[in-house]
């Protein structure tokens, strides 16, 4: 059998069973994409890890409002009735054990500080 004829008759083939080959085609195209995908998400969540992570090192600290768990509505509203943290405050509080001049810096919402240069001194 020649190439031309192997040729030919896989045309045919693929002719004969249009349905078939359509929702092969489709299948495959859907496979090849999904598989991209995936690799995408997960790439795209290791670099958010990491770039969150990365800020976080032996000096640094985060002092919340709210605890990161909250098991009841009474503890929601305990923390609630928290003082709202402010920099200026907390820099009173912490400046003296820090080994060098620490930086402060907040989120959108008063609710965490935190601080990097925290290291306590020899």
């Given at each position: 059998?020649?190439i031309l004829?192997?040729?030919?008759?896989?045309?045919?083939s693929?002719?004969?069973?249009?349905?078939?080959s359509?929702l092969?085609?489709?299948?495959v195209?859907?496979?090849?994409?999904?598989?991209?995908?995936?690799?995408?998400?997960v790439?795209?969540?290791?670099?958010?890890?990491?770039?969150?992570?990365?800020?976080?090192?032996?000096d640094v600290?985060?002092?919340?409002?709210?605890?990161s768990?909250?098991?009841?509505?009474?503890?929601?509203?305990?923390?609630?009735?928290?003082k709202?943290?402010?920099i200026?405050?907390?820099?009173?509080?912490?400046?003296?054990r820090?080994?060098?001049?620490?930086t402060?810096s907040?989120t959108?919402?008063?609710?965490?500080?935190?601080?990097?240069g925290a290291?306590?001194?020899r």
């Amino acid at each position: 059998m020649s190439i031309l004829e192997a040729f030919k008759l896989a045309l045919q083939s693929l002719w004969g069973n249009k349905m078939r080959s359509i929702l092969t085609l489709i299948g495959v195209v859907m496979g090849v994409a999904s598989v991209i995908m995936v690799l995408t998400l997960v790439q795209g969540a290791k670099r958010y890890i990491s770039t969150k992570l990365s800020g976080y090192g032996a000096d640094v600290f985060t002092v919340n409002r709210m605890s990161s768990v909250i098991l009841s509505a009474d503890q929601y509203f305990s923390y609630q009735k928290r003082k709202i943290i402010r920099i200026a405050t907390t820099a009173a509080k912490w400046a003296h054990r820090c080994s060098r001049t620490p930086t402060w810096s907040t989120t959108a919402t008063p609710a965490t500080t935190r601080v990097s240069g925290a290291t306590r001194p020899r």
